[in-house]
C-alpha cells in the first residue's frame, strides 16, 4: 500500500525543500484596514516591542492602550515558539481539514487589495518552522510573501465570538456546579465505621452531609491481569486488525467485557492505565486498532504517503472493525468471556464510534448545512465531520445490540450525526467532557449532542480545566499565559477516568447495583482534586438563548 504513495511522498519531500530554501521577502508591514480607514504598523516596530518592550511611535497608538497585562500577553503572542516541524505543517497544511482552517484564517489575514491570505500564510508558516526562530507570529509575518493586510473588522469579530464563547462556557460551568448538588438522589452505601461529615457549601449557601463510601474506585482491585495480542484479518474489506486482550487472573467464567476505542492517531496502549485498572476489577478488556487512523496511519501521513491522517471511510469502518472483533472473539471464547452483554469505552474519535455501535446514525442533511465553506470553524472537530461528506449517500446501520452500555470521552458527532442520528441511541450512555476543549468545544458540540440522547439512563460529567490532547493543554497554557501542570493534569484525568468507568460499567455491564451510589455528585465531590472539580448530573436542558438547566 504504501509503495502506491511514494511519488506523492518524494514530490512533497522535494516541495517542502524548495519552500524552505527558497530566498524570501520579508514583510514590511501591516496595514490594519477598519472600513475605511488603514493603520500602517512595521513589523520591525512589533519585533522591537516583543522583544526588547520599547514602543515606536507608528504602534504607540495601539499599544499605549493596553493594560500592562494586555501588554505582557500580546508580547508573549508576538514572541512565543511553537515546536511543530515544518514538514508537519506543510503535510497539515494540504490536508482537508488545513484547507479550511487556512481559508478561515485568511479572510482575517489578507495579501494587499483584500484578496484572502490562504497561500500566503501557507508558505509562511512552513518557513517559519523551518527557520532557527522557530515557529512565532512575528517569524511567520517576517517570512509572508508580500506585505500583509488585516481585516480589523473580522478580526474583531473572531475574537468576539471566542470571547463570547468562553464567557458562555464560564457561566454554564457555574451554573452546572450549583446544580450538580441536586443530582445526589441515590441513597449511598455509607461505612458504619465512620460518621457523615458536615460540610458548608459556599456554592449552595447550604448545609449537607457527604457520606463515607466503602470503596475507592481509584485503586486498583486484587485481579492480575494478563495481556494478549491477537491479529485478526477481515477478508470481506481486506483489513488486518490487531487486538489486545486484557484479562484477569481467575477462574470465574462469563467475564464482563469492555471494548476501547482509541483516538485519531493514538497507539493502541493509550488506555493501558484504565484497561488494567478495569481488569483488576473483573472485566476483560479489548482494544483494537483501527488501522486507518490509527498511530501507524499517522505515521505514514507525516511521511507523505497519503495525503489526509485518515480515511473518510473509518465512519464506518472503526465501528465494523469492532462488531468484526466480536464476532472472531465469540469463535474463539469457550465460556470465558460474556460477549452477549458489552460496554465500550471511547474516546474522542473513538467516542464518536462508540456513538455509532450505540445506535447513531450519519446525518446527510445535517452536515450539508454545517459544512458549508462560510462556517465558523471555532468547533474543530467540524472539519473531521465534514469529512463524511465522501462518503456514498446512503443509510449506514452500524449498531451492534451486544453492546448494552457506552462510556464517551469528549466525542465528536453533533454535526455527523444531528439530532436525528444521536436520538436513536436507546442504551445507556456516560458522556465526559471539559470546559477547555479546542477540538470539541464544550457548548459548541458536547452539550447539544448529549441533550439529544433520549435513552433514560443518562449521565454527564464535566471535569474543569482538564484536557481534551497534551497538545490542546499546552496551546491554552501558552495563549492565555498561564503554567498548568500538563503531566499532573494528564494523570488525573486518567484518575476521573478509572473511577467513573468502573463505578458505570459495574452497574450497566456487570450487573451490580452496589455500585450505583457512586454515580452521583457526592463520590464525584470525593473524587475531586481542586481546582480540577469534577461535575456529574444526569440530564441538561438547553434553551435556544444558550442558558442551561441541569437536573
Known sequence: MKAIFKPYAIAAGILTNILTNIPVYAANKVDLIYGPFNFPVSVQSLETFAKEGKVKPDVAFFINRLTPQQKKQLSAFLDTPYPISSIMLSRLSHTYSGHRVLSFVGEVIQLPGGRSGYYGIRAAIVQAAADSKGLTVLNVLQKFPTDVQIDVRKGKERIQEAKNLALSTSVF???????????????????????????????????????????????????????????????????????????????????????????????????????????????????????????????????????????????????????????????????????????????????????????????????????????????????????????????????????????????????????????????????????????TPLLIEQTPAFSWLTTPDKYFSLAEKLPHTRIGLSIMNQLIARKLPVDKLLQLTQTYLSALNLAFFKVYIAQDEQYRPYLQQSYADVLTEKPYNLLLVKSLQISPNSSVNSK
Not at 225 to 240: A, E, G, I, L, Y
Open 173 to 439: 460551568v457555574k451554573q452546572l456546579s450549583l446544580m450538580s448538588a441536586t443530582n445526589n438522589n441515590v441513597k449511598p452505601i455509607i461505612d458504619s465505621s465512620k460518621q457523615p461529615s458536615f460540610i458548608h457549601s459556599q456554592a449552595t449557601q447550604t448545609a449537607f452531609y457527604s457520606p463515607s463510601y466503602q470503596l475507592d474506585l481509584r485503586q486498583l482491585g486484587q485481579l492480575h491481569t494478563v495481556k494478549q495480542t491477537q491479529t485478526f484479518f477481515d477478508s470481506k474489506r481486506n483489513r488486518k486488525i490487531i487486538v489486545d486482550l486484557y484479562l484477569p487472573k481467575t477462574t470465574q467464567s462469563q467475564l464482563p467485557v469492555i471494548i476501547i476505542s482509541n483516538g485519531l492517531g493514538a497507539r493502541r496502549d493509550r488506555f493501558e492505565q484504565l484497561a488494567h485498572h478495569l481488569t483488576s476489577h473483573g472485566f476483560a478488556v479489548v482494544i483494537p486498532d483501527h488501522p486507518r487512523s490509527n498511530a501507524q496511519r499517522q505515521k505514514d501521513f507525516y511521511e507523505g504517503y497519503y495525503k489526509e491522517s485518515f480515511d473518510a471511510t473509518e465512519y464506518i469502518d472503526r465501528p465494523l472493525d469492532i462488531t468484526f472483533v466480536l464476532d472472531e472473539l465469540e469463535k474463539l471464547s469457550s465460556n470465558q468471556l460474556n460477549l452477549k452483554q458489552i460496554g465500550i469505552f471511547g474516546y474522542s474519535f473513538g467516542g464518536t464510534t462508540a456513538l455509532a455501535l450505540a445506535g447513531a446514525t450519519i446525518n446527510f442533511n445535517q452536515l450539508d448545512q454545517d459544512c458549508s465553506e462560510d462556517k465558523s470553524i471555532i468547533n474543530i472537530s467540524i472539519v473531521h465531520q465534514c469529512r463524511a461528506l465522501e462518503l456514498p449517500r446512503k443509510t449506514y446501520l452500524l449498531k451492534d445490540n451486544r453492546i448494552k452500555a457506552a462510556y464517551v470521552f469528549v466525542p465528536f458527532g453533533k454535526s455527523l450525526y444531528g439530532k436525528a442520528g444521536i436520538s436513536q441511541i436507546d442504551i445507556p450512555i456516560f458522556w465526559q467532557a471539559t470546559d477547555e476543549d479546542l477540538i
